[in-house]
């Protein structure tokens, strides 16, 4: 029986047997690799990748980890979903799936990442309830990434069921899958980064950024920089380590203002040719911190969009 059935259930979403699936407990996946599906699955592409779970230690885990990102930063463009594949049967969380947590969390330091996760809960009968909450799962999660309003879709399958079963409620849930990826946006696969297993999570910090760029006796027009940086926290209650704050986007506005109001700004020196006419240095930083949130998952089988590419 397969730890988790994710390779039978990349067949099982793609109507086609291409994954290697084997009974034995260890994982029969040693290497990325990827599909496309057929007839009305012809837009989906999956990638099958090493359970990190069901690997043989760190070593395992950090070169699966570096193969997956290397498939996907090759094969990926138009990545929209992360699929995370769990038993149904097993009631606790393993090491093994926290640790794997954890790479992917070193793996995917993007903003908004966990709206493109999904959970599948697999070797789940007909009979078994399709609303479930795993509240060791979450706890952990939440711990992990430092948010506390993370909601994943969640899918009820059994892609091996036996010959003649009803198993018309796995293939609603396939569909209901698919047309959830199918709406979301593509993964900047250009962020998916190779990391040691050093860092317990990875937490993307974002802010804004306004810099006064002009002022005149009744507005101020301001620049506005959305900036992100990642928080690292090692093991072992280690201070976090920063990395620099980057400029991910930027707009600007103009604020109408009352005369009697401009002054409360405190303006520091701007580049010279951004003085007005009256010689008044105008730049201003006014950072407001927005959030700081995500970033953690287990990726097995990801659905990716038709375009991306050959």
Same mark, same amino acid.
């Given at each position: 029986?397969?730890?988790?059935?994710?390779?039978?259930?990349?067949?099982?979403?793609?109507?086609?047997?291409?994954?290697?699936?084997?009974?034995?407990?260890?994982?029969?996946?040693?290497?990325?690799?990827?599909?496309?599906?057929?007839?009305?699955?012809?837009?989906?592409?999956?990638?099958?990748?090493?359970?990190?779970?069901?690997?043989?230690?760190?070593?395992?885990?950090?070169?699966?980890?570096?193969?997956?990102?290397?498939?996907?930063?090759?094969?990926?463009?138009?990545?929209?979903?992360?699929?995370?594949?769990?038993?149904?049967?097993?009631?606790?969380?393993?090491?093994?799936?926290?640790?794997?947590?954890?790479?992917?969390?070193?793996?995917?330091?993007?903003?908004?990442?966990?709206?493109?996760?999904?959970?599948?809960?697999?070797?789940?009968?007909?009979?078994?309830?399709?609303?479930?909450?795993?509240?060791?799962?979450?706890?952990?999660?939440?711990?992990?990434?430092?948010?506390?309003?993370?909601?994943?879709?969640?899918?009820?399958?059994?892609?091996?069921?036996?010959?003649?079963?009803?198993?018309?409620?796995?293939?609603?849930?396939?569909?209901?899958?698919?047309?959830?990826?199918?709406?979301?946006?593509?993964?900047?696969?250009? +962020?998916?980064?190779?990391?040691?297993?050093? *860092?317990?999570?990875?937490?993307? $910090?974002? &802010? @804004? %950024? /306004?810099? =006064?760029?002009?002022?005149?006796?009744?507005?101020?027009?301001?620049?506005?920089?959305?900036?992100?940086?990642?928080?690292?926290?090692?093991?072992?209650?280690?201070?976090?380590?920063?990395?620099?704050?980057?400029?991910?986007?930027?707009?600007?506005?103009?604020?109408?203002?009352? +005369?009697?109001?401009?002054?409360?700004?405190? *303006?520091?020196?701007?580049?010279? $040719?951004? &003085? @007005? %006419? /009256?010689? =008044?240095?105008?730049?201003?930083?006014?950072?407001?911190?927005?959030?700081?949130?995500?970033?953690?998952?287990?990726?097995?089988?990801?659905?990716?969009?038709?375009?991306?590419?050959?």
């Amino acid at each position: 029986m397969q730890v988790h059935g994710k390779s039978s259930l990349g067949n099982f979403i793609l109507k086609k047997n291409v994954f290697s699936v084997s009974v034995n407990p260890n994982s029969e996946t040693n290497e990325t690799k990827g599909y496309s599906g057929t007839g009305d699955r012809s837009d989906i592409f999956v990638i099958d990748t090493p359970g990190f779970n069901d690997s043989k230690g760190p070593e395992s885990q950090r070169e699966y980890m570096n193969q997956m990102v290397d498939y996907i930063k090759k094969e990926g463009e138009g990545l929209r979903a992360i699929v995370v594949v769990l038993n149904f049967n097993e009631v606790r969380l393993s090491e093994n799936i926290k640790i794997m947590i954890r790479i992917i969390a070193n793996a995917f330091p993007i903003a908004g990442f966990w709206k493109h996760v999904c959970i599948v809960w697999t070797f789940c009968d007909c009979y078994k309830p399709q609303v479930y909450y795993n509240k060791e799962l979450m706890d952990f999660i939440n711990q992990t990434t430092g948010s506390e309003r993370i909601i994943f879709p969640m899918f009820f399958v059994n892609s091996k069921p036996l010959a003649g079963y009803d198993n018309s409620r796995s293939e609603n849930e396939i569909e209901s899958l698919l047309k959830w990826a199918r709406k979301l946006s593509f993964i900047d696969v250009d +962020k998916v980064v190779k990391r040691d297993i050093f *860092y317990e999570s990875v937490i993307l $910090e974002e &802010k @804004d %950024e /306004e810099i =006064i760029i002009n002022k005149t006796k009744s507005s101020l027009t301001i620049q506005i920089n959305h900036l992100t940086r990642e928080r690292r926290i090692p093991y072992y209650e280690r201070k976090p380590v920063y990395s620099d704050w980057e400029v991910g986007s930027s707009k600007t506005k103009t604020k109408e203002f009352h +005369k009697e109001y401009v002054p409360q700004y405190i *303006y520091r020196d701007p580049p010279k $040719e951004k &003085k @007005d %006419e /009256e010689g =008044i240095d105008l730049d201003e930083t006014m950072p407001n911190l927005l959030a700081a949130g995500v970033i953690v998952g287990t990726v097995i089988a990801s659905v990716i969009d038709s375009r991306r590419k050959k």
